[in-house]
């Protein structure tokens, strides 16, 4: 039996649900468009001029400094390495990168770390056994590093200005990759490319320290030898015996008187 006026309704939690439906919906499209929007203009033409700024200010020198990078050998997917380059700045930024507080560099570091922690949101996070993959120690200047870091924040911007989701790439197989192939170098032995640069370095000055040394020996023989030559020149007082004078003088010491 149906109740009086129920006929022909639907319930109203029915009704209800369709609305909340439509509303979750409508929420998150307005979310995504908002993050895709977020992320395609996080990285402006200012904070690339920010990092132009620091590679101008440093001074040029030969002094070198260790830091874990991506390895782009190892690593040759564009999307894979920038994402792997993106965790290793945010550490360099934090323990590499240090300058006297309230400097114009120390400002523009901390500037790029905020822009580091928001771009967080438009990269998905792999597997954390998967850290070390790819990554190998570096030993350059300065400047280098710098340089290395202005590229990463280029390159992401433009990968994100073509796509906002790019980073949620899977890139695990990527880095079991390397890993296989870290532990295969490791088998053949370590090499390090920074080794030929480093003997070079000890070689020259030594070959420069046993040239003096042989030099300085050259002089202080020429010098004797210089010394000795007046000593053994004939004096009136040291002539040898047999010469004609002493013979005229033996001589006359044998006239009888």
Request: negative net charge; proline residues 5%; contains cysteine.
């Amino acid at each position: 039996m149906i109740a009086r006026g129920a006929a022909g309704r639907c319930p109203p939690t029915t009704w209800l649900s369709h609305l909340l439906l439509l509303v979750c919906l409508l929420v998150s499209r307005s979310i995504t468009e908002e993050v895709s929007e977020r992320c395609s203009h996080m990285i402006g033409n200012g904070h690339l001029q920010f990092l132009q700024q620091l590679i101008d200010s440093q001074m040029e020198t030969s002094c070198q400094i260790a830091f874990e990078f991506v390895d782009q050998e190892q690593l040759k997917d564009p999307v894979c390495y920038l994402k792997k380059a993106f965790l290793l700045v945010q550490d360099i930024m934090e323990d590499t990168m240090r300058f006297k507080d309230n400097t114009p560099n120390a400002n523009v570091i901390v500037t790029l770390q905020e822009l580091s922690l928001r771009l967080s949101s438009c990269f998905t996070k792999d597997y954390e056994e998967q850290d070390k993959a790819c990554v190998r120690t570096f030993h350059e200047t300065p400047l280098q590093l710098l340089e290395k870091i202005k590229n990463v924040f280029n390159e992401t911007k433009n990968l994100l200005k073509k796509d906002w989701n790019v980073f949620s790439k899977n890139c695990n197989k990527s880095f079991e990759k390397c890993s296989s192939q870290g532990h295969d170098r490791q088998q053949e032995g370590p090499s390090d490319p920074q080794l030929p640069g480093f003997v070079f370095r000890l070689l020259v000055p030594s070959i420069i320290l046993v040239l003096l040394a042989v030099g300085g020996l050259l002089f202080y023989r020429q010098r004797r030898r210089s010394h000795r030559e007046p000593q053994t020149v004939d004096s009136p007082m040291e002539r040898p015996e047999g010469s004609p004078l002493t013979q005229d003088e033996d001589r006359q010491v044998e006239l009888p008187v």
